[in-house]
């Protein structure tokens, strides 16, 4: 098992103690998405151990990771807008630019086009909940905010995505210790997305805990 399943597996692990009986369906809804996950980079692994084509299966997960990541943004978005037509907006350019990417090359070549502008859709999301929060005069206590930890680890990988994929060509040759330096950077962002994700799951516990005490 590879490191960055591991620490896929670690954080359905928290998700599942911390929110699986949350009243709130978005944040809850992360348990399936986070065990999704975990089941389609295992399988994407033993697809790559087997000599298989496995893009394939990472254009089915695009699907799930748009639709999940989606609905945690539209239920944080909540709190000060009705981001709804926000949300759907977005996800109708996926799902445009998802049809192009399958017209274009197939379903069995990864959808990079998609995944970019996905990227960038959820950057815009995290800066605008940030502009909001900003905006909020009521205190916020920041380090127990689960809202805020989400979206920061969100923030960050996908801000740190697509910042690697705009400038892949001059990286892709660029080795260290026999690996290309994307697997280090890519390393370093998982790391970065699911230790925020974590950490919010156990802040969204506490209010939980607190508001029933």
Same mark, same amino acid.
Request: proline share 0%; hydrophobic share 50%.
């Given at each position: 098992?590879?490191?960055?399943?591991?620490?896929?597996?670690?954080?359905?692990?928290?998700?599942?103690?911390?929110?699986?009986?949350?009243?709130?369906?978005?944040?809850?809804?992360?348990?399936?998405?986070?065990?999704?996950?975990?089941?389609?980079?295992?399988?994407?692994?033993?697809? %790559?151990?087997?000599?298989?084509?496995?893009?394939?299966?990472?254009?089915?997960?695009?699907?799930?990771?748009?639709?999940?990541?989606?609905?945690?943004?539209?239920?944080?978005?909540?709190?000060?807008?009705?981001?709804?037509?926000?949300?759907?907006?977005?996800?109708?350019?996926?799902?445009?630019?998802?049809?192009?990417?399958?017209?274009?090359?197939?379903?069995?070549?990864?959808?990079?086009?998609?995944?970019?502008?996905?990227?960038?859709?959820?950057?815009?999301?995290?800066?605008?909940?940030?502009?909001?929060?900003?905006?909020?005069?009521?205190?916020?206590?920041?380090?127990?905010?689960?809202?805020?930890?989400?979206?920061?680890?969100?923030?960050?990988?996908?801000?740190?995505?697509?910042?690697?994929?705009?400038?892949?060509?001059?990286?892709?040759?660029?080795?260290?210790?026999?690996?290309?330096?994307?697997?280090?950077?890519?390393?370093?962002?998982?790391?970065?997305?699911?230790?925020?994700?974590?950490?919010?799951?156990?802040?969204? %516990?506490?209010?939980?805990?607190?508001?029933?005490?």
């Amino acid at each position: 098992m590879s490191f960055i399943i591991f620490i896929e597996a670690a954080c359905f692990i928290i998700a599942f103690i911390c929110l699986i009986k949350d009243s709130n369906f978005a944040w809850r809804s992360m348990v399936l998405f986070l065990l999704i996950t975990c089941a389609t980079e295992i399988s994407g692994k033993l697809l %790559k151990i087997a000599h298989q084509h496995n893009q394939w299966l990472y254009n089915i997960f695009l699907v799930f990771e748009a639709g999940f990541t989606s609905l945690m943004f539209s239920s944080i978005l909540s709190k000060y807008i009705n981001g709804r037509p926000l949300i759907l907006g977005g996800l109708a350019v996926l799902l445009l630019l998802y049809g192009y990417d399958i017209y274009d090359h197939g379903f069995f070549v990864f959808n990079d086009v998609t995944a970019t502008v996905m990227s960038v859709v959820f950057v815009i999301y995290s800066f605008y909940y940030y502009f909001l929060l900003i905006k909020d005069e009521h205190y916020i206590d920041l380090k127990r905010s689960a809202s805020f930890w989400w979206v920061a680890g969100t923030l960050f990988f996908y801000f740190g995505s697509t910042a690697v994929n705009l400038f892949f060509t001059s990286l892709k040759n660029v080795k260290i210790a026999g690996h290309n330096i994307t697997y280090f950077i890519f390393t370093a962002l998982t790391i970065i997305l699911y230790g925020c994700w974590c950490y919010s799951f156990i802040c969204k %516990k506490w209010l939980t805990t607190t508001s029933q005490s």
